[in-house]
T-cell receptor, first 112, second 114 residues
Framework: AQSVSQHNHHVILSEAASLELGCNYSYGGTVNLFWYVQYPGQHLQLLLKYFSGDPLVKGIKGFEAEFIKSKFSFNLRKPSVQWSDTAEYFC??????????FGTGTSLTVIP | DVKVTQSSRYLVKRTGEKVFLECVQD?????MFWYRQDPGLGLRLIYFSYDVKMKEKGDIPEGYSVSREKKERFSLILESASTNQTSMYLC?????????????FGPGTRLTVL
């Protein structure tokens, strides 16, 4: 079975700091990769996704992620975080047409 | 925009009760999913369905069943609720086809079993 690891469980940053959240997966074949975000009291929303092509993917709200196939990684980045980025972030993987596997989530707190 | 709705935001039930959680999507998606979300454990798949009247077990199906009689509706059933089923339940749907594997989530139902 596939698995997804998010190594950072809780991250606390000051506004304007740079962010990088790690995500590694275990699956040898073609995968689709996703980052979802859950703001306090809201439902899960898609932040960005990678299906194929350019391994550097840009999402909403200034987020981006880079797919490094050799490292089985899909790390999320943002150059300058804002207080409104406080949320829980989930990495997810699926082999096309198959079920999703989610990481355990990273809770981000941004201090004004 | 895809809309996935769940019948209740908050639900409180007693041990042993039968519980129904309803999910409806309005985008004619073939696939529907039920997850539970627990702190430190992320999202775990309970059941999913690729078509009407079809169901597949996910990673933690024990104590749950599902029903999909219509394409837009996917129900999760707790036959006899137990306290360890206290959790946030999330429904999701997705379409089928190359490049369309994106799941859209409902707002969640926070179930408390006393």
């Amino acid at each position: 079975a596939q698995s997804v690891s998010q190594h950072n469980h809780h991250v606390i940053l000051s506004e304007a700091a740079s962010l990088e959240l790690g995500c590694n997966y275990s699956y040898g074949g073609t995968v689709n990769l996703f980052w979802y975000v859950q703001y306090p009291g809201q439902h899960l929303q898609l932040l960005l996704k990678y299906f194929s092509g350019d391994p550097l993917v840009k999402g909403i709200k200034g987020f981006e992620a880079e797919f490094i196939k050799s490292k089985f990684s899909f790390n999320l980045r943002k150059p300058s975080v804002q207080w409104s980025d406080t949320a829980e972030y989930f990495c997810a993987v699926n082999a096309p047409g198959n079920q999703f596997y989610f990481g355990t989530g990273t809770s981000l707190t941004v201090i004004p | 925009d895809v809309k996935v709705t769940q019948s209740s935001r908050y639900l409180v039930k007693r041990t042993g009760e039968k519980v129904f959680l309803e999910c409806v999507q309005d985008m004619d998606h073939e696939n529907m999913f039920w997850y539970r979300q627990d702190p430190g454990l992320g999202l775990r798949l309970i059941y999913f369905s690729y078509d009407v009247k079809m169901k597949e077990k996910g990673d933690i199906p024990e104590g749950y069943s599902v029903s999909r009689e219509k394409k837009e509706r996917f129900s999760l059933i707790l036959e006899s609720a137990s306290t360890n089923q206290t959790s946030m339940y999330l429904c999701a749907s997705s379409s089928v086809g190359q490049g369309t594997d994106t799941q859209y989530f409902g707002p969640g139902t926070r179930l408390t079993v006393l």
